[in-house]
């Protein structure tokens, strides 16, 4: 279908780089890109891809806009406190760009829904807080085959690597299992810069619309870290993919979700029947 | 002996292992931190035995939860 004026007008400096074109603008609006976690990388990243005209992106976070959420998470505001964050979210992102859908899951995802919610996107956005959350998304895109953009900020740091199928290591395949609660801290415990959410929310949204569009490379089989204080980006080029990695390896043991429990103080307790038998 | 570090070039003992130098560069969360050495991971029980050569490129990979709350 041709461009309608007002997309010529509203995609013109994209259409003008020629890594995007008209065909890549057109490759963004066929597009779907799921973002878990209306919060801190989610926020920014919402609004640069509805900005952009990814034509359908999902959102889900099943909580409520928090006055202590403001100081970084831009797609809210103070009028919108108490608000489910996945209906403020789309507010905001349609009120940037009405040219695109945006379909809001308000609940928490874990082993029972990953699959049906990640199965119809083309591209899925790791903006959670917490590692049963990360660890559950990784393996539901290796399960399905579908490519992700993990990342992590704290303090004055941040982080993201992309996972694309077949083309290098998954999150697994680097951090194994996740941590024991409050082995490692959180963003609630130890502070982070609302800008950094800014910054790694936005490269995770540069990430989807390079695997959308085709343009460049992406950080798939790297780990991009950015120090604040320092000002200094480091690309960390990872191992290949792991062959002994339980999800993404040869011999894989996880063969369905698994929901870490996150209140626990011991995860291994929730690798129930959804893990198999360590035989390797 | 010159290595490099998170990018940097640091001048450290010879045959120092991996267990010493998460140590000498005071790594936040050691017992979950992951290293690779020359783009290969190292297995976590080798970190006390394994001694690193000069030019060796080590990193250190560390948990970054936060994003959403």
């Known amino acids: ?280 | 002996m010159n290595i490099t570090v998170g990018g940097e070039k640091k001048d450290v003992k010879d045959g120092i292992t991996v267990s010493e130098l998460i140590a000498q560069e005071k790594v936040e969360t050691p017992e979950y931190v992951t290293v690779s050495v020359n783009e290969e991971f190292i297995k976590r029980e080798d970190f006390d035995a394994r001694k690193l050569k000069e030019s060796d490129n080590v990193e250190f990979l560390y948990f970054m939860g936060g994003g959403a709350r």
């Open chain 1, 1 to 280: 279908m041709p461009f309608t004026n007002e997309q010529l007008e509203r995609y013109s400096r994209h259409i003008i780089l020629k890594e995007i074109g008209v065909k890549g603008q057109k490759k963004l609006l066929a597009g779907k890109v799921l973002i878990v976690g209306a919060g801190g990388l989610g926020a920014p990243a919402a609004m640069y891809l509805a900005a952009a005209g990814v034509g359908t992106i999902g959102i889900i976070d099943a909580d409520e806009v928090d006055l202590s959420n403001l100081q970084r998470q831009v797609i809210h505001t103070t009028n919108d406190l108490g608000k489910p964050k996945v209906e403020s979210a789309k507010e905001t992102m349609l009120a940037i760009n009405p040219d695109i859908t945006v379909n809001t899951y308000h609940e928490f995802l874990d082993s029972t829904n990953v699959l049906d919610i990640f199965r119809d996107y083309d591209f899925i956005l790791d903006g959670t807080d917490n590692f049963p959350a990360k660890f559950l998304i990784n393996d539901a895109c290796v399960l399905l085959k579908k490519p992700f953009c993990h990342a992590g900020i704290i303090r004055f740091k941040g982080q993201l690597m992309t996972y694309v199928p077949g083309e290098g290591p998954c999150y697994r395949c680097v951090f194994k299992n996740p941590p024991p609660k409050d082995a490692v801290p959180t963003c609630k415990q130890a502070g982070v810069i609302g800008a950094m959410a800014g910054i790694i929310g936005c490269m995770q949204a540069l990430e989807a619309v390079k695997y959308l569009t085709g343009a460049g490379e992406l950080l798939t089989g790297y780990l991009q870290t950015f120090d604040g204080l320092k000002g200094e980006w480091h690309k960390i080029k990872l191992p290949p993919a792991d062959p002994d990695c339980a999800v993404c390896g040869t011999h894989p043991t996880i063969l369905k979700p698994v929901d870490y429990e996150q209140a626990a103080c011991d995860w291994h307790a929730s690798r129930d029947e959804g893990v198999a038998e360590d035989n390797s």
